[in-house]
C-alpha cells in the first residue's frame, strides 16, 4: 500500500514522511507529477496568474515576489531562456535546501518542469554548492528517473515542451549564491557578481534571459497549482503569505528544519518547535535570517512574529529563514568575529568598500581579541559598516555591514568588554 | 621530468557526457575541473595542460577558476580531505578548539598534506548542517556532533 502526501498541513515537506520518496515510484504513488501532468500544455499564463496571486515571495533571501518576477521575463516563447535553480546555499546557518532535496529531489523536478513550461525555457541547471556532494547524487539519479519517464527531454508528455535539465556544483563560494556570480561561475569563470542592470531575467546566463529562483520556491509551485493561491495565502499575513522552511541551529534542544507558516512567533518557534532552550539556560539572542540579518535581544524576541514585515520592523530581516539561538553564556563579541572572518573571506574582490571594509572589521575585532582593542574601536566598526553600505556591485558587503551595525546598536556594552577587555 | 594526465577511460566517458549538457564548453570547465581532481586528488599544471588542450580553453583561464574557488586545489593535498567548520553554530560548539586540537595531534598546518600523504585538514565556512554542529566533512561525508575524539576514530581508520 502506497502512503499518501500531507498537503494539508505542508506544502514543501508534504511528501517528507514517506519512506524512500526520492524514488520516482514512490513519489508518484503519493501524489507526485500529478500537477505537472495537469498543467504542463495549458494556458501558461494561466500558472503565472496562479503563481503570482499566491503571493509567494522568493526564498533566496531577498523576499522578492516570484510572480512578479517572472513577469518581468521574455515572453517570446521561441527565444533561447534559461531557468536557474539557486542550491547554492551558503548563508550561513541555512541547511533548509539541502533537507529538502536530498529526500524528496522529485518536487524541485517537478516544480522546475511547471516552470519552465510557464516561462518557456528551453534547459534548466540545479546550481548546487559543491559541498553537497550526496545531494547533488541523489538530484542526477531524480533527473535520469525523470528523463526514463519522459518528464524531461524532448516534447515531454506530449505537450510539445523541451525542457533539458542538469545538475551543476559549485566549488565552495559563498558569493556563487548571489544570482549573477552564479551566473559568472555557471559560465564556467569565477564566481564575480555582475553590476545590475541589465538583471538576469533580460540579460543572465551567457547574455540571455535566465530566471533564477531559490529551491525553495520553486519546490512551492506544485502545492500553490494543486490547492489554489486562496488556499496558500490562508496562511501568514498579506505581505508574507504561505509557508515557509526555517532552519533552526545553536542553544535549543531540538534544532533542524521545519515548514510552518509565516508569521509564526518566534518564541513558539524556539518553545514548541524546538523544544526549548538546552540545558534550562536562558535566551539571550537570536540571529533570525542567516549570519547577514541583524541579531534580536530576548526581549525583542518575545514580541517578534516571523514574516518579511514584523522581522523587518525589528530592525532585522527574515532572509533565508536561518535561525542561530543563542544562549546567556554566548560572547557576543566571538559571535561577531565568526561573522567577520567569513564575510571578509568570502569577498570576491571586485568592490574597494567591500574588500577593504570587510577587511577592516574583521581585524578590529581580531585586535580586540588580542587585547589590543581601543575603546574607539566601536565607533570605528559602526562608521566603517555604515560606508560600506549601499556602494558596491552586490549586496555581500551590506550582509557584512548590517549585523555589524545591529550588534553595535543592541550590545554595545558586550562589544566594548571583548574589543577592550586588554 | 613532464608529467601526464589521461583520464581514465570511465572518466573520459563522463567527460564526453558532461560537454552536452552546456550550450559552450566554458561552461562544463568547473565539472570537469571536480573530475580531474577526484581522479588526480589536486590540480598540478600539467593537468590543467591536458585539459586547456582538450577543452581548447586558455589554461590561464582555468587557473583563474582554480584560485578562486575553496573545493579546487593548485598544491597537494592528501589521500583523505578534512574539513571542519569554523562558521557560527559550530564554532559555538568548539569546532575551533577540534580543528587546532587535529592539527596539533597530526603535527600539521591547515591546509598542508601530512602522515605521508594520508591526510589533509582544511578550516570551512558553513556546511550547511548546522543543527549537528560541531560538523566535520571526510573527502565527501558528513559527520555531525563531532568531539576531538569521535573526530580521531573516524580519522584513524581513513587509508
Ligand atoms: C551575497 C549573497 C548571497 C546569496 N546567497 C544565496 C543563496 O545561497 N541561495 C539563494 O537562493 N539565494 C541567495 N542569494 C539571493 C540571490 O541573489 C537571488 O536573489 C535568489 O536566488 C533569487 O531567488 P528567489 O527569488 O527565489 O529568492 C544571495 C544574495 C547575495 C547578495
Ligand atoms: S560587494 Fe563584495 S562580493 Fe559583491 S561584487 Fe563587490 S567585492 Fe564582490
Ligand atoms: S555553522 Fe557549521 S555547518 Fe553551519
Redesign the interface.
Known amino acids: 500500500m502506497s502512503i499518501k502526501a500531507d498537503y494539508e498541513n505542508y506544502t514543501l515537506l508534504s511528501y517528507h514522511h514517506i519512506p524512500d520518496v526520492h524514488r520516482i515510484d514512490i513519489f508518484e504513488a503519493a501524489g507526485g507529477y500529478e500537477m505537472m501532468k495537469k498543467w504542463v500544455g495549458t494556458d501558461p499564463d494561466k500558472i503565472k496568474e496562479e503563481v503570482k496571486n499566491s503571493g509567494l515571495r522568493g526564498r533566496g533571501g531577498a523576499g522578492f515576489p516570484t510572480g512578479v518576477k517572472w513577469g518581468f521575463f521574455s515572453k517570446d516563447r521561441n527565444a ?1 531562456k534559461y531557468l536557474l535553480c539557486n542550491a547554492d ?7 533548509k535546501d ?1 533537507y529538502l532535496v536530498e529526500v524528496c529531489p522529485h518536487i524541485l523536478i517537478e516544480g522546475m518542469v511547471i516552470s519552465a513550461w510557464a516561462l518557456g525555457t528551453q ?1 534548466g541547471y540545479i546550481y548546487i ?6 545531494q547533488a547524487q541523489v538530484l542526477e539519479k531524480a533527473i535520469k528517473e525523470a528523463y526514463a519517464k519522459g518528464y524531461l527531454g524532448k516534447n515531454i508528455l506530449g505537450s510539445g515542451l523541451d525542457f ?1 535539465l ?1 545538475v ?7 558569493i556563487c549564491g548571489e544570482e549573477t556570480g552564479m551566473i559568472s ?7 564575480q557578481p555582475k553590476l545590475k542592470p541589465p538583471f538576469p531575467a533580460i540579460k543572465g546566463y ?1 547574455g540571455l534571459p535566465t530566471m533564477v529562483n531559490n529551491v525553495e520556491s520553486l519546490a512551492a509551485v506544485p502545492w500553490i497549482l494543486r490547492k489554489g493561491a486562496t488556499a496558500y495565502k490562508a496562511w501568514g499575513t498579506e505581505k508574507s503569505p504561505g509557508m515557509k522552511l526555517f ?5 535549543v534542544n531540538k ?3 521545519i515548514e510552518v507558516p509565516l508569521s509564526i512567533p518566534l518564541i513558539d518557534i524556539i518553545e514548541k518547535h524546538c523544544g526549548g532552550m538546552k540545558d534550562g539556560k536562558k535566551l539571550k539572542a537570536v ?1 533570525p535570517g542567516g ?1 547577514s540579518a541583524p541579531v534580536l535581544t530576548a526581549e525583542e524576541v518575545m514580541t517578534t512574529k516571523m514574516d518579511y514585515e514584523d522581522v523587518a520592523a525589528k530592525g532585522s530581516m527574515l532572509g533565508s529563514g ?1 535561525i ?1 539561538i ?1 544562549d546567556e553564556t ?1 560572547d557576543m563579541g ?2 561577531l568575529k ?2 567577520l ?2 564575510y571578509h ?2 569577498s570576491c574582490g571586485q568592490c574597494t568598500p567591500c574588500r577593504e571594509g570587510t577587511g577592516w572589521l574583521e581585524k578590529i575585532l581580531k585586535r580586540g581579541e588580542a587585547g589590543h582593542g581601543k575603546p574607539e574601536d566601536i565607533k570605528l566598526l559602526d562608521t566603517v559598516a555604515a560606508n560600506m553600505r549601499g556602494r558596491t556591485i552586490c549586496a555581500l558587503a551590506d550582509a557584512a555591514a548590517m549585523p555589524t551595525q545591529g550588534m553595535v546598536k543592541k550590545f554595545r556594552k558586550e562589544l566594548e568588554d571583548y574589543i577592550v577587555r586588554g | 621530468m613532464s608529467e601526464n594526465f589521461e583520464f581514465t577511460k570511465e572518466n573520459l566517458e563522463r567527460y564526453n557526457e558532461l560537454l552536452t549538457r552546456y550550450d559552450d564548453v566554458e561552461s562544463a570547465i568547473l565539472p570537469v575541473l571536480h573530475l580531474a581532481q577526484e581522479q588526480h586528488g589536486w590540480l598540478p599544471d600539467f593537468v590543467l595542460n591536458k585539459i586547456s588542450s582538450m577543452m581548447k580553453v586558455p589554461v590561464i583561464k582555468l587557473k583563474e577558476v582554480v584560485s578562486f574557488y575553496d573545493m579546487y586545489y593548485d598544491h597537494p593535498t592528501g589521500r583523505n580531505i578534512i574539513q571542519i567548520c569554523t562558521n557560527i553554530t559550530c564554532s559555538m560548539y568548539g569546532s575551533r578548539d577540534i580543528h587546532k586540537a587535529l592539527l596539533q595531534e597530526y603535527k600539521t598546518e591547515n591546509m598542508a598534506p601530512c602522515d605521508d600523504g594520508r591526510l589533509y585538514f582544511q578550516k570551512m565556512e558553513c556546511l550547511g548542517a548546522c543543527s549537528d554542529a560541531p560538523c566535520m566533512r571526510v573527502n565527501n561525508d558528513y559527520y555531525g556532533k563531532i568531539n576531538l575524539e569521535s573526530a580521531k576514530k573516524i580519522i584513524r581508520v581513513l587509508r
Open positions: 533561447k546555499e551558503s548563508e550561513p546557518g541555512t541547511f539541502r534547459r554548492r559543491g559541498e553537497y556532494y550526496h533539458d542538469a551543476h556544483r559549485g566549488a565552495g563560494a559563498y561561475s555557471l559560465e564556467g569563470k569565477k564566481g551567457r532552519s533552526i541551529s545553536g542553544d534544532p533542524g528544519v540571529i549570519s536561518a542561530i543563542l554566548r566571538a559571535v565568526w561573522t572572518e567569513f573571506h568570502e
